[in-house]
Nanobody, 116 residues
Framework: QVRLVESGGGLVQVGGSLRLSCAAS????????ANWYRQHPGKERELVAG????????NYADSVKGRFTITRDNAENTVSLQMNSLKVEDTAVYYC?????????WGQGTQVTVSS
């Protein structure tokens, strides 16, 4: 059974940091690209950061470049998102996603709230 379980969300003040983690099971995680998306209320889900299966290719949304860092550990089947210098506009539900060709799996999401 495929599972992606996010953790690490919560409430933080502007300028603070959070680390999101996503634990994968039930499939060959090392063969999948991994992504973090977020969704603001009333808006479409947007890509925040992505990392290739081997970790060599990484990309970020312009809005988070220099503040967020995506990493993965294929031995532990995890992908993480370190979020620093958080802004109010980073408030959203964050989703873990893995993708390989037509296969795509999603986690349940974790709420991140940045207060001023």
């Amino acid at each position: 059974q495929v599972r992606l379980v996010e953790s690490g969300g919560g409430l933080v003040q502007v300028g603070g940091s959070l680390r999101l983690s996503c634990a994968a099971s039930g499939f060959a995680f090392r063969n999948y690209g991994a992504n973090w998306y977020r969704q603001h209320p009333g808006k479409e889900r947007e890509l925040v950061a992505g990392i290739s299966s081997g970790g060599s290719n990484i990309n970020y949304a312009d809005s988070v470049k220099g503040r967020f860092t995506i990493t993965r550990d294929n031995a532990e089947n995890t992908v993480s998102l370190q979020m620093n210098s958080l802004k109010v506009e980073d408030t959203a539900v964050y989703y873990c996603n893995v993708r390989q060709l037509q296969d795509s799996y999603w986690g349940q999401g974790t709420q991140v709230t940045v207060s001023s």
